[in-house]
């Protein structure tokens, strides 16, 4: 139990950070992300699943994926132990949820995304701590 706690509070500590695509606030400032959209369970021996929901601003937000490629790439650079990592739109805060998730959870689109230069560059922007 208390392992998952700890795993838990350090998702949430680096998803916290992520600032928006437009605005000059962080994800957690805009409440698109909150520490109840963070679940971790054990699914094996020193395994985690990660699950993240967040909730665009708007429910036609055009940067619902860009924000999802976003927690995906800081989430795995950043999480210190072995994890499967799923995340979801917040059901029924998108008018393109099942789509978007698809997307955001899909190692070939994820992978094509980030070669990209561009996307890259604004992915880069969004996860960097700032000094």
Same mark, same amino acid.
């Not at 109840?36 to 985690?48: K, R």
């Not at 929901?53 to 790439?73: D, Q």
């Not at 230069?117 to 700032?130: A, D, G, K, M």
């Given at each position: #139990?208390?392992?998952?706690?700890?795993? $838990? /509070?350090?998702?949430?500590?680096?998803?916290?950070?992520?600032?928006?695509?437009? +605005?000059? !606030?962080?994800?957690?400032?805009?409440?698109?992300?909150?520490?109840?959209?963070?679940?971790?369970?054990?699914?094996?021996?020193?395994?985690? $699943?990660?699950?993240?929901?967040?909730?665009?601003?708007?429910?036609? =937000?055009?940067?619902?994926? $860009?924000?999802?490629? =976003?927690?995906?790439? +800081?989430?795995?650079?950043?999480?210190?132990? #072995?994890? +499967? $990592?799923?995340?979801?739109? /917040?059901?029924?805060?998108? /008018?393109?949820?099942?789509?978007? !998730? +698809?997307?955001?959870?899909?190692?070939?689109?994820?992978?094509?995304?980030?070669? !990209?230069? !561009?996307?890259?560059?604004?992915?880069?922007? =969004?996860?960097?701590?700032?000094?």
């Amino acid at each position: #139990r208390f392992l998952i706690a700890a795993r $838990l /509070s350090r998702a949430s500590d680096i998803i916290r950070t992520i600032r928006d695509p437009e +605005k000059p !606030n962080t994800l957690e400032e805009l409440e698109v992300v909150t520490e109840n959209g963070v679940e971790v369970q054990e699914i094996g021996e020193d395994e985690y $699943l990660v699950v993240i929901r967040f909730t665009p601003t708007v429910p036609h =937000c055009s940067l619902a994926t $860009l924000i999802g490629l =976003c927690l995906r790439v +800081k989430l795995q650079r950043c999480l210190p132990f #072995r994890h +499967k $990592l799923e995340i979801y739109i /917040s059901e029924g805060t998108h /008018s393109t949820e099942e789509d978007i !998730n +698809k997307q955001i959870n899909d190692k070939e689109r994820v992978a094509a995304a980030m070669e !990209n230069p !561009n996307l890259r560059e604004i992915v880069e922007q =969004c996860v960097t701590e700032p000094d």
